[in-house]
């Protein structure tokens, strides 16, 4: 009889490890809190950004020589092109631009870099009220660990948030720690880890809160799924289980 309480005791436990609570498992439980303010973060040009600089002008063809890519080449809009094409920052923060040289560009925001090129354009007398649209063209990020479908995304957008990327990459796995998301991200050559805890919300006006190209987000396996391998990995492992208890039950009263 104490060897049927002993068995009691540890099936009962592995299932009590095995159960996850709501706290593990829903997002922005205090949903309450979240302020109502919208703060993004600009994305700021980084070494190794690929920028697609087009310079436009109400003369089209005075406009033509400050562009890499014909502004009627049916190449313009194909991302893959655009990449080729496009300006590489150097490791200095430099891009080569046409006949303007080198132009400092790291730390800038896209909107900062054309207001900056179109103002180099008016003062020396290039061109008459031009427009410049400036974008990167590699932005991306990577997802590891245990979400649907890691690997590394691009993206068009200006900005998106950490929610957005998480949901490009199929969610967070019932087994991934919703409370210690890692985010590791490569700013002016210094690293820095941040730790976030997606059931809160006190993040949200954090500089986490928007993804900046080449973040790195990490989501780890919780307790049960690394030591899952170890003992039972489903039904098959629990009856075993069992059925290995039984009968040393069995020897033992014989």
């Not at 948030?161 to 949901?167: F, I, N, R, S, V």
Request: hydrophobic share 40%; aromatic share 8%.
């Amino acid at each position: 009889m104490k060897l049927f309480r002993l068995l009691g005791i540890f099936l009962a436990f592995l299932f009590i490890t095995s159960c996850a609570t709501k706290k593990e498992i829903l997002y922005f439980q205090d949903y309450e809190n979240i302020p109502q303010e919208v703060i993004l973060n600009t994305t700021k040009i980084q070494i190794n950004d690929i920028l697609s600089i087009s310079v436009k002008s109400l003369i089209a063809e005075a406009a033509e020589p400050y562009n890499r890519v014909s502004s009627t080449s049916g190449s313009a809009n194909n991302t893959s092109a655009l990449k080729q094409q496009g300006y590489l920052v150097s490791s200095t923060g430099e891009i080569t631009f046409p006949i303007l040289g080198k132009l400092q560009v790291i730390n800038k925001s896209t909107k900062e870099l054309e207001d900056y090129i179109r103002q180099i354009l008016i003062q020396g007398g290039h061109l008459k009220d031009p427009t410049i649209i400036v974008r990167i063209v590699n932005s991306k990020f990577t997802v590891l660990g245990a979400v649907g479908h890691a690997g590394t995304y691009d993206y068009d957008e200006e900005t998106i948030t950490l929610p957005q990327a998480l949901g490009m990459a199929g969610d967070l796995s019932i087994n991934g720690v919703r409370e210690d998301v890692m985010i590791i991200r490569e700013v002016d050559q210094v690293r820095t880890v941040a730790h976030i805890d997606m059931t809160k919300t006190d993040w949200f006006t954090s500089p986490y809160y928007t993804i900046k190209q080449n973040d790195v987000i990490v989501v780890n396996q919780n307790g049960p799924a690394v030591k899952k391998a170890g003992y039972i990995t489903n039904y098959t492992g629990l009856f075993g289980v069992v059925s290995f208890a039984l009968t040393l039950i069995l020897l033992l009263k014989n």
